[in-house]
């Protein structure tokens, strides 16, 4: 009995000695639990904030990160570990220097236990008085790249004949375009609306200490610190803040467009800090302006050179840098000097070869040089690192599509117009985009595109898309003599027309290269040549072929002197359809002088708009070519007209001498 007893009670001692490590075991995992939850949430903490001050100080691009398609490089691993984990990432990086720093901070430590001496840690012993940049955007950036092809001087000359006239000419920015938007010239007279970037210089303040006591030991170690205020030169902060008063002050005359105050000071500033990157910018911004007040080339060349040492300092801040090579080739390219924005745009994108801003401007660079090959490879880098990069989808867009691949154009055009990013709301884009989808028999999009345009002032309406307008011009498809006031080029041109067809036709078997086939990519089939007289205002060497003709139209100023036309015989074989397309300007009006005109078959027609209008021999048709026209020559024989365009008759004699030519 008594064995019994003893057993229960050493078996309820044992219960009892179990349900305690029960809940030591329960209190220690609850322990444990709530630590793994408190370093889980600490690491939380350090990755959030390690990734939101990574972003905010620009050191990771997440956006080429995370975008889908995007690859990611080992720089940019690096990149990344080395902004969430800038302690442990250098440990690892150069290990042998963190082991002998660690092994200093242990002796430190215990010689400071064993020794009685003012306590001073290894890190204030070390401390560098830090100077705080805070990182503010500036005021005005440069402008997108995509004003940078719309503001080319037309009185500045080129040395670069090269460019082409598709839609990324050097030429024709005297014109407004149909939305609205500013260009340099205004009926030929450079604007002094320029909008221009503000000098901004980082301010700078010293950290606060945390040990008041040790000020003066921090005020030593600061004296002795080379303080970069824009210049290489040892400054004491008191000299900073003077240098920043000044940079202030003379950011402040500009923007009051008190350019020659703002000059004085810069140069002093640069008198003193010879080598200050912000001061010489200065001296360029203030230049640039003082070019613009007096429209003087020869100032604004002078501002260049200013620019050109901003970006060549050793020790100048990166984004001033960018700014500064940005304005330098826009500059560049408002002097028509195309070539040496490329150099300037090429040497920026080798410094900086992942930012998308200047590979863009790159890109448009090349298509104002008429490189699209260099340009189609500069935006497929761009979209490489940005696939969403509106700006470049554009522009890539329209080098496949004037290449011929309407289908890839298209689609590229598409993507860029839609992501409405700056630069991408053009009419250019919507024009290409719109007969990329009709080549591709997607007419009800093209007209689509063509209506969203045009309710976007982009076009003046659905069938009047030119881009190169003087926009208070009365337009309708069709002109009558009377109306285009030409009645005396009319008369002359019907009452010679036989001579001007026999003298024609002289020349067609003369010389098999003397017509020669259109060069706009306007055919759709068939068989369509040409042989040009006068373009941009200039005879042409076939003059001497037909002279009866030249000496004919030399008599009709309107015409000859139209620097945005051209003066032509067209010969159309059967079989042959012209694309629906519009001129690019509606400062022209445009005379078919009839020479033969077959009418057998299903014959030949001109849609314009929504008219339809045929040929007479010895007549002659005026239309609007601003408006969309179609070609169908569904004779049995060759259609054979001259062409001769006309100054519009709102045309003032100012604008016909200013107009850029095309």
């Known amino acids: 009995m008594s064995g019994k ?105 215990i010689f400071s236990l064993f020794v009685k001496k003012e306590k001073t840690s290894y890190i204030d012993k070390r401390r560098v008085v830090v100077f705080n940049f805070p990182l503010e955007k500036h005021v005005n950036s440069i402008k997108d790249s995509s004003q940078l092809y719309e503001k080319t001087s037309a009185n500045a000359v080129s040395n670069d004949d090269s460019a082409k006239d598709s839609g990324f000419s050097k030429d024709h920015t005297n014109d407004k375009k149909i939305s609205g938007e500013p260009t340099n010239h205004v009926d030929g007279e450079a604007s002094t609306k320029e909008e221009q970037p503000q000098v901004a210089e980082s301010k700078m303040k010293p950290t606060q200490e945390k040990n008041k006591k040790k000020s003066s030991q921090a005020k030593t170690s600061s004296s002795s610190l080379k303080a970069k205020s824009g210049s290489s030169n040892q400054l004491s902060l008191e000299q900073n803040k003077t240098l920043l008063k ?124 008429g490189n699209t090959e260099k340009a189609q490879k500069v935006y497929a880098k761009v979209l490489s690192i940005d696939p969403d990069n509106g700006f470049a989808q554009v522009h890539f867009g329209f080098i496949l599509k004037t290449a011929g691949d309407w289908i890839k154009g298209a689609y590229y055009l598409k993507l860029g117009i839609e992501s409405m990013a700056e630069g991408t709301q053009e009419g250019k884009f919507y024009f290409h985009l719109g ?58 041109l019907e009452s010679k027309w036989k001579m001007i067809r026999d003298e024609a036709l002289n020349v067609m078997d003369v010389e098999k290269g003397l017509f020669i086939p259109e060069e706009e990519s306007l055919k759709d089939t068939g068989d369509w040549k040409q042989l040009t007289l006068y373009a941009r205002g200039q ?53 078919h002088l009839g020479l033969v005109i077959p009418k057998t078959g299903q014959g030949a027609w001109l849609r314009c708009a929504d008219q339809n209008r045929t040929w007479e021999e010895g007549k002659v048709l005026i239309f609007d070519d601003s408006f969309e026209h179609e070609v169908w020559q569904n004779a049995e024989s060759f259609r054979l007209i001259l062409i001769v365009d006309v100054w519009h008759p709102d045309i003032t004699e100012h604008e016909k001498k200013t107009l850029s030519p095309i």
């Open 539 to 591: 005879p042409q060497k076939d003059c001497k072929r037909l002279p009866k003709t030249c000496a004919l139209v030399s008599k009709m100023p309107n015409a000859h002197g139209c620097t945005r036309g051209q003066i032509k015989f067209s010969i159309m074989m059967p079989g042959t359809h012209v694309w629906p397309h519009t001129g690019p300007t509606n400062c022209r009006l445009r005379m």
């Open 246 to 369: 000044q940079l202030q002050e003379g950011d402040e005359l500009l923007k009051k467009k008190k350019v020659n105050e703002a000059l004085s000071v810069f140069e002093k500033i640069i008198s003193s800090n010879p080598s200050s990157p912000s001061a010489i910018f200065g001296k360029a911004e203030a230049l640039n302006q003082k070019s613009l007040q007096q429209r003087s080339n020869k100032i604004l060349i002078e501002s260049l050179k200013f620019y050109d040492q901003v970006i060549n300092l050793p020790n100048c801040p990166k984004k001033l840098k960018k700014k500064a090579g940005l304005i330098k080739a826009e500059r560049h390219i408002f002097l028509g000097q195309l070539k040496e924005a490329v150099i300037t745009l090429k040497k920026m994108a080798e410094t900086f070869p992942r930012d998308t801003d200047i590979l863009n401007q790159l890109g448009v660079s090349y298509l104002y040089v």
């Open 5 to 109: 007893v003893r057993k229960r009670n050493i078996t309820k001692h044992e219960q009892q000695t179990n349900g305690n490590e029960k809940a030591n075991l329960k209190s220690r995992s609850v322990s444990r639990g709530s630590h793994g939850i408190l370093i889980i949430l600490f690491m939380m903490v350090a990755i959030t904030w390690g990734i939101a001050a990574s972003a905010y100080f620009g050191l990771v691009d997440y956006k080429a990160l995370i975008v889908h398609g995007t690859s990611v490089s080992t720089s940019d691993i690096m990149q990344y570990t080395s902004a969430l984990y800038p302690s442990q990432y250098e440990a690892l990086r150069h290990p042998v220097r963190s082991l002998g720093e660690a092994l200093i901070y242990f002796d430190d430590l």
């Open 435 to 492: 007969d990329a989808l009709h080549r591709t028999n997607r007419s009800t999009e093209a007209d689509e595109i063509y209506k969203l345009g045009a309710k976007n002032g982009l076009f003046k309406s659905k069938y009047q898309r030119s881009l190169y307008n003087v926009n208070r011009l009365q337009s309708h498809p069709f002109w009558t003599p009377a109306e285009a006031k030409v009645n005396n080029y009319v008369k002359t």
